[in-house]
């Protein structure tokens, strides 16, 4: 969405195809809600320092989609942690985030046998709700034609552009529409796109992951905790529903699979369709009790269940990188995966140092 309004911004004639009947229904909707500092991401150095960048920005142009009104902690959790606490301050101050010792207030909270520190930092959570009628008011102002329900088949090349094959998934009709430049912005389904055009697989590693939502109790209704960093759990407003997310390292992910270059595709969506949800949320509790006994007053509601999807050498470190591959496959056929959502000023920056629409 943000893509499309720059482009018409530009003076392009733009057409955003989405196949759901609304837009951010998927993963933009079915996340964490966090608007990242840098905080989480202690192992790749790269990462801290863009969301660094992209917050303040990030904040000041949807402020009124951003949830500030509460007070955001990270734990160190041992023995299994992959950084202590004093690695995590330095860290802070290498990328030049505040840390301060949390309060007593939460410090009481915790086990003190599994959490070496709390640390009070600033992160925020955004509302995916409000952002998506943000941008939609934003694509009307910018002319950009909107088509729901429609499903992106297939892209060829006709001539100097690209014919793109469509299919109403109300109707089951099918049409094309031809275009000079196509960005594939399907996040979990770029390779579905170019599996059914003949073009090669992009490398991307898959989760199904489950986000649960719940009603904390009142000591964190004003709070967002992340243990850091190994296998261990958040718990974040999440201001579109107005409960909590509760995810976890080890019961987050369900299971996962590759995509990769010469192997056959996997639809993740129809992955998506087909999966059981049998929900992991005793499991998440009962483990995340441990470092926090407060959580086990945490009133389940109900889970999200959303495709992650991450490039391959992320699995290491940690890092959210763009993908962003130009003429893939075809000339003027660009694929574009952001991480997280304030990666959208990293798209738009990759986008334009390549002045491809010039
Ligand atoms: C469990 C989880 C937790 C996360 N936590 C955070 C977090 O806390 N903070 C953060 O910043 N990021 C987080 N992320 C990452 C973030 O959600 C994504 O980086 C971001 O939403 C990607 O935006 P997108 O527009 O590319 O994807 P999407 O919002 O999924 O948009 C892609 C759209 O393409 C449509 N589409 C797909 N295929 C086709 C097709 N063939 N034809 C037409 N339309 C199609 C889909 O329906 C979808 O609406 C998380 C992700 C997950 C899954």
Redesign the pocket.
């Known amino acids: ?1 943000y893509l499309a309004e720059s482009f018409a911004q530009a003076g392009h004639d733009v057409q955003l ?4 009947q609304s ?14 500092n840098g905080y989480h991401y202690p192992r790749s150095i790269l990462t801290a320092l863009r969301s660094r960048i992209s917050f303040p920005r990030f904040v000041k142009e949807f402020g009124t989609c951003v949830d500030s009104d509460f007070a955001k902690y990270y734990l160190i959790g041992k023995p299994l942690g992959k950084v202590s606490a004093k690695q995590f301050l330095k860290f802070c101050e290498r990328i030049g985030a505040s840390c301060e010792p949390a309060p007593s207030s939460i410090q009481k909270l915790i086990s003190p046998n599994l959490i070496e520190a709390c640390f009070s930092v600033t992160e925020y959570a955004f509302d995916a709700q409000k952002l998506r009628d943000l941008m939609v008011s934003r694509l009307q102002a910018a002319s950009v034609r909107c088509r729901m329900g ?4 297939k892209v060829r090349q006709q001539g100097t552009g690209l014919l793109v094959t469509l299919r109403d998934l109300a109707t089951d009709e099918q049409d094309e529409i031809y275009a000079d430049h196509v960005f594939n ?5 770029i390779n ?2 170019l599996a059914r055009s003949g073009i090669e697989l992009v490398p991307l590693k898959h989760e199904m ?1 489950e ?1 649960c939502l719940v009603e904390v109790p009142d000591e964190l209704k004003k709070a967002g905790i992340t243990v850091m960093c190994g296998p261990f759990f958040s718990v ?1 407003p999440f201001p579109s529903a107005g409960m909590h997310s509760f ?1 976890h390292v080890r019961y ?1 992910p369900h299971y996962e699979w590759l995509d990769k270059p010469g192997d056959t595709y996997c639809d993740a ?1 129809m992955k998506f369709d087909e999966d059981r949800r049998t929900s992991a949320w005793r499991y998440m509790q009962k483990d995340a009790m441990r470092y926090m006994p407060i959580l086990g007053e945490c009133r389940y509601e109900r889970s999200l269940w ?3 999807t991450v490039l391959p050498r992320s699995e290491s470190d940690d890092s959210r990188p763009i993908l962003f591959r130009a003429h893939h496959g075809l000339r003027g056929f660009h694929c574009v ?7 959208v000023y990293d798209a738009v920056e990759a986008i334009a140092s390549q002045q491809l629409l010039n």
């Open positions: 969405m195809i989405e196949k759901e837009f951010m229904s998927r993963a933009s909707f079915n996340n964490q809600a966090r608007v990242h429609v499903l992106v088949e912005c399907t996040y979990s389904h579905y796109v992951t986000m974040m995810s987050t969506q959303e495709v992650k995966m952001g991480g997280k959502i304030d990666n």
